[in-house]
């Protein structure tokens, strides 16, 4: 993992892009056989000594010994981090780059997961609950199967105000995320939290991450 990148996604970039073309923009180069010639861009010279190798996707200079992939001619060239070119050369190319996720985020996600199950799992069971009978019978009455709104998960969101929360702090579910994960809100700073739905069914939706 160079800079963070998988070697696939690295080798995918410098087989799409074309480092004759890359260095072009910067050097007069003229076709010497297999490879290119210029003038060297990295330091003072008269005659030509610095080839490019489009075969092998790499740069080289027989003056002053600088040489490497199309990464590095342009982190030379541009003065750019290894990241900074990979993107760079991956915009150009029309490859996509993973989203890199730092443990922080990862911490984060994982957190919001964990509250959402909570809830889904919260309604789920109040429906299925002593209290839900009335929901269930709504759910009938609405035409759908009690088997399928098992399978796709129905909950049903009881009267009162407290009982997700309690159930959330049972669970030892960080409250900093109902905000983000938004299945709960507080009218203003420090006021009480309160889950967002009441005596509705709802259905959770699919994970899409
Ligand atoms: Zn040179």
Same mark, same amino acid.
């Given at each position: 993992m160079a800079g963070g990148f998988s070697s696939q996604i690295l080798d995918e970039i410098r087989s799409r892009v074309d480092i004759v073309e890359i260095v072009g923009q910067f050097v007069n180069l003229k076709r010497a056989g297999e490879h290119w010639k210029g003038l060297c861009p990295f330091h003072s010279e008269k005659t030509p000594s610095f080839t490019v190798n489009p075969k092998r996707g790499i740069f080289h200079c027989f003056g002053c010994g600088v040489g490497g992939d199309a990464f590095g001619f342009l982190m030379r060239q541009d003065r750019l981090a290894f990241p900074e070119a990979v993107r760079a050369l991956a915009q150009r190319s029309g490859v996509e780059l993973p989203t890199q996720r730092t443990p922080e985020v990862e911490g984060k996600l994982e957190g919001l997961r964990r509250v959402m199950t909570l809830a889904a799992q919260f309604y789920t069971d109040a429906l299925w609950a002593k209290d839900g009978a009335r929901a269930r019978a709504y759910v009938e009455g609405r035409g759908v199967d009690l088997d399928v709104a098992r399978r796709f998960g129905l909950g049903y969101a009881p009267e009162g105000w407290n009982a997700l929360l309690t159930h959330m702090a049972s669970a030892a579910? /960080? /409250?900093?995320l109902f905000a983000i994960s938004r299945v709960a809100w507080s009218p203003s700073a420090g006021a009480p939290w309160a889950r967002r739905s009441r005596s509705i069914s709802i259905r959770p939706r699919p994970r899409s991450t």
């Open positions: 579910a /960080s /409250s900093s």
